[in-house]
């Protein structure tokens, strides 16, 4: 049984940061791909960030050297650090896994694999 628990979202002022946490369990390909993706009520999906199994990421240009995806094998942990915040950052963010192949960070909103429940992120 997989569970993605994110953690870490609130609200803060523009230019600001946050740094989201999301504990994996259950997953059983060691080779994962991981990622952030976020939505607002009524509308689609967009892709944030992912990390492949050997560390290469991939980012939306929108948050491109402002957003930083990271994990730490060990703590079954994936990090997604926010900073510069903008108000059109505001969103719930889901933390995603899907399988090894194609990783980006168009893959992880695509529903194709597994995603958490989600936390807030609420920019002003």
């Known amino acids: 049984h997989v569970q993605l628990v994110e953690s870490g979202g609130g609200s803060v002022q523009a230019g600001g940061s946050l740094r989201l946490s999301c504990v994996a369990s259950g997953l059983t390909d060691a080779r994962s791909c991981m990622g952030w993706f976020r939505q607002a009520p009524g509308k689609e999906r967009e892709g944030v960030a992912a990390?492949?199994?050997?560390?290469?990421?991939s980012y939306a240009d929108s948050v491109k050297g402002r957003f930083t995806i990271s994990k730490d094998n060990a703590k079954n942990t994936l990090y997604l650090q926010m900073n510069s915040l903008k108000p059109e950052d505001t969103d719930m963010y889901y933390c995603?896994?899907?399988?090894?192949?194609?990783?980006?960070?168009?893959?992880?909103?695509?529903?194709?694999?597994?995603w958490g429940q989600g936390t807030q992120v609420t920019v002003s």
């Open positions: 995603a896994a899907h399988g090894p192949r194609d990783c980006n960070s168009g893959s992880v909103a695509r529903g194709l694999g597994y």
């Open positions: 990390v492949d199994a050997d560390g290469n990421t």
